[in-house]
């Protein structure tokens, strides 16, 4: 079903993420803890494919924020570690395709299919599949590859 054509996108899978206080706050937990499991399994597939994996990275403009570059809890999840000839935008906005080359990333190598993991299901992971599909990607959302606080 999935060929040369399609791209696996990950989205934010940063440390950051299991700062459940500041997402969830003083009683912060989180959906779906399998998550991380499932992009894992999709990744391995994906690289012994021989197939496109693209990233988005966040950088937030908030100053409490633990997804911040400049925070190790801005780093990469331990096993998600990014591989040389990989699609990388960093952006500081919900959208993975706002202010970043993202778009143009994946037409330049011929990707028109996009099937998206991911945190936050309701931020991020929505807003970034939301506009893959108006922008003409054919775009499929792992719903058990997402997780949100």
Known sequence: MFG???ALLL???QVGVDVLDHWGGPTGRRNNPGAEQVMLDLLAAWRTAGRQVAWTRHDSREEASPLKFSLPTGDQKPGFEIR???IVVDKDVNSGFIGTSLEVDLRRRGI???VIVGFFTNFCVETTTRMAG???FDTYLVHDGCATT
Do not use: A
Request: proline share 7%; aromatic share 0%.
């Open 134 to 136: 108006n922008l003409g």
């Open 84 to 86: 040389e000839g990989e």
């Open 11 to 13: 989205i934010d899978v």
């Open 4 to 6: 040369p054509d399609t």
């Open 112 to 114: 028109n299919r996009l």
